[in-house]
């Protein structure tokens, strides 16, 4: 999943998040059946895509290739450490082989080079996650679509951070109706439709 592409939990630009990251959130009890992830940033310009199908090697592996990179890279940055793409492209690799703590250092690194980069941000909400800094995760996001306010993944990951992780229920239909505003067609990890989600959500509130 390495560079823009997790990367994107929807997210999220060069391969910095190419893959869907394949961590589901545990099932919600009022939506019987549904299971979301949240994403890295999916490679390519223009708006994210929050379901995007790629295939992906399992979380935690690295490829003997991208192994022997991850090893160049840290060279890299000792060397040059105002090298920004090899500082997101380390974080990446970190994040595809499932070193939390190690990709927010490099994400942030990348950052403070260039900040507002809204994937390289949106990578870091999802690392924040896994490393149980769920209110970290939702400001990483926040930035991310205040530097790109049509950054789908990071509307998308913020709502499964809040539904699932901080159970807060109100503030996942705000980020997922943001979304749905923002793209009436985005679709969840299953490929439901958001907009059908946050009808079922709405459906039993009132019940």
């Not at 769920?134 to 926040?142: E, G, K, P, R, Y």
């Amino acid at each position: 999943m390495a560079p823009q592409t997790e990367q994107s939990s929807a997210g999220v630009f060069k391969k910095e998040t190419v893959f869907v990251i394949g961590l589901c959130c545990l099932i919600i009890g009022f939506l019987s059946g549904i299971v979301f992830s949240v994403y890295k940033t999916p490679a390519g310009s223009g708006p994210a895509k929050v379901a995007a199908n790629q295939p992906q090697p399992q979380a935690g592996q690295l490829t003997a290739e991208q192994a022997q990179q991850l090893l160049q890279l840290e060279l890299e940055v000792q060397k040059n450490p105002g090298n920004i793409e090899a500082w997101t492209t380390l974080g990446h690799l970190y994040f595809d082989s499932d070193q939390a703590e190690k990709a927010i250092n490099a994400y942030s690194k990348s950052l403070s080079l260039a900040p507002n980069n809204a994937d390289v941000l949106t990578d870091l909400g999802v690392m924040y996650r896994r490393a149980g800094n769920f209110q970290q995760a939702i400001a990483s996001f926040d930035q991310a679509v205040q530097a790109n306010s049509k950054h789908e993944t990071a509307r998308f990951n913020k709502g499964v951070v809040m539904l699932y992780d901080l159970k807060d229920q109100s503030g996942a239909i705000a980020a997922w109706q943001g979304l749905v505003n923002l793209n009436p067609m985005a679709t969840a990890p299953n490929g439901q439709l958001v907009s059908e989600i946050l009808k079922e959500i709405q459906d039993k509130k009132m019940n």
